[in-house]
């Protein structure tokens, strides 16, 4: 069965530095979404991607937010510069005509 | 309260019982879904709703949708000690462009054997 999937799988990093989350969405969707959960929290929409443009994005994804679908698979997470309040789980997900499907998830810790 | 509002926040039961979990949200909605999500794991889907639709069944799971009360059931029998999860219900908003999800802050069940 078709799945999404995310790497790192856990990323640890320093405060101020550029993160790149990387997802691969199931092949044959057209809509892609990045979501985030801290830790012990309800899961956040941060964006939303179709059509090779940021369709819809809430307030958390502010200018230190990026994303890109560089190539026809890979669909990444930019955080420009990394604040100890960015560590979470980060969810990409896709979906075609029907519900999203969700990759694993990658754990940021930022330090 | 804010959208997709799950109760109760934890429930523990023993093997064999019936779990529900309720989910309350406050605007139009084209479809409600259920997603589960084991512990510090990704968000598994379980079963979608739409807006016009009331009871909808998938193996032991009975979900229902009072759009009028703006309220959703999730109703696990049988539960097995593998149905520890917590259990989110998320919202698509009537007219969202992309059908961006709001999650509620979830149910975390504890099935004991």
């Known amino acids: 069965e078709p799945e999404v999937t995310q790497t790192p799988s856990h990323q640890v990093t320093q405060m101020g530095q550029e993160v790149i989350l990387r997802c691969v969405p199931i092949s044959n969707h057209l809509y892609f979404y990045w979501y985030r959960q801290i830790l012990g929290q309800k899961v956040e929409f941060l964006v939303s991607?179709?059509?090779?443009?940021?369709?819809?994005k809430s307030e958390i994804f502010d200018d230190q937010f990026s994303v890109e679908r560089p190539d026809g698979s890979n669909f990444t997470l930019k955080i420009r510069s990394t604040k100890l309040e960015d560590s979470a789980m980060y969810f990409c997900?896709?979906?075609?005509?029907?519900?999203?499907?969700f990759g694993p998830g990658t754990r940021l810790t930022v330090t | 309260s804010q959208q997709g509002e799950e109760d109760p926040q934890a429930l523990s039961i023993q093997e064999g019982e019936n779990a529900t979990m309720n989910c309350s949200y406050k605007t139009s909605i084209n479809n409600l879904q259920w997603y589960r999500q084991n512990s510090g794991r990704g968000l598994v889907h379980l079963i979608l709703i739409r807006s016009n639709e009331r009871e909808k069944h998938s193996g032991r799971l009975r979900v229902t949708l009072d759009t009028s009360k703006k309220s959703s059931s999730l109703l696990i029998t049988a539960s097995r000690a593998a149905d520890t999860a917590s259990y989110f219900c998320a919202t698509v908003n009537y007219g969202g462009s992309q059908g961006n999800l709001i999650f509620g802050k979830g149910t975390k069940l504890s099935v004991k054997p």
């Open positions: 991607f179709y059509n090779n443009e940021i369709s819809e």
């Open positions: 997900a896709s979906r075609g005509l029907g519900e999203q499907y």
